[in-house]
């Protein structure tokens, strides 16, 4: 059955931290409800301890789905989790993490009426626990915007409402610490840039990253890994022309 919104949210061994994640995932989903959308929930979990899983389970509520892989990888637990989804919009968030409570409603709001290339990030990532910073998310379409940057840097997080048709269109690449190869929310944006999606900012908006020592990120940095080559890894793509002509 079709709905609006599709909430993933994806859990590891975050233990007792993943409760705090999951009550503001029901409060961000009771939040859209109240407000007229339908929404499905879909709680989706990689490898996980024995704790994540139990409290996983006991926040479980009307969630259509309860799934359990064994990949030890985030991009192939998202498109495998999206697979499923019936949301015409599918919104992210990890078992770490906080949503605002109005953020899936600021986001749907945003998109009403937008065209189906466009994907909506907070304004603010507010960074918290092994740091206090703020992450400010760069509209593509605005002056702060440059293609060449995206190649070095990454622009955005990948906790975003996004139509799910585009994640079918550009699934997420493997991840492969051991090989030399992550970021693959990175490559996505890439990816997706290169392909004439444009990546949003909801204004007046923020959403709560819990930085750990051990994070991905954070493991995928120390052992100097790499993102895979995409369509924006080459400077011969339409999109530097572009960017020279309007610069």
């Given at each position: 059955?079709?709905?609006?919104?599709?909430?993933?949210?994806?859990g590891h061994r975050e233990g007792r931290l993943a409760v705090a994640s999951l009550?503001?995932?029901?409060?961000?989903?009771?939040?859209?409800?109240?407000?007229?959308?339908a929404v499905e929930a879909r709680l989706v979990l990689d490898?996980?301890?024995p704790l994540t899983h139990a409290v996983f389970e006991a926040h479980r509520k009307d969630a259509v789905a309860f799934e359990a892989y064994d990949h030890g990888d985030q991009g192939k637990v998202r498109n495998e989790a999206v697979?499923?989804?019936?949301?015409?919009?599918?919104?992210?968030?990890d078992a770490d993490d906080l949503w605002s409570e109005d953020w899936l409603v600021q986001a749907l709001d945003f998109l009403d009426g937008a065209p189906e290339t466009h994907i909506?990030?907070?304004?603010?990532?507010?960074?918290?626990?092994?740091q206090a910073t703020i992450f400010c998310h760069v509209d593509q379409e605005s002056d702060a915007f440059r293609p060449d940057l995206l190649r070095i840097a990454n622009y955005w997080d990948a906790l975003c409402v996004c139509p799910t048709a585009i994640y079918h269109e550009i699934p997420f690449c493997d991840r492969d610490i051991e090989a030399g190869y992550a970021y693959e929310d990175w490559v996505w944006n890439c990816e997706t840039v290169a392909a004439g999606k444009f990546h949003k900012v909801v204004p007046e908006s923020v959403l709560f990253k819990r930085r750990q020592?051990?994070?991905?990120?954070?493991?995928a940095s120390a052992s100097k890994s790499l993102g895979r080559r995409n369509p924006l890894t080459d400077y011969t793509h339409p999109i530097y022309e572009r960017s020279a002509t309007e610069g």
């Open positions: 059955m079709s709905c609006d919104l599709t909430c993933i949210i994806t009550r503001s995932f029901w409060a961000a989903i009771d939040a859209a409800r109240a407000a007229g959308h490898r996980p301890n697979a499923k989804a019936n949301g015409r919009y599918t919104a992210f968030l909506a990030h907070p304004a603010y990532n507010y960074f918290f626990e092994q020592n051990n994070s991905q990120t954070i493991r």
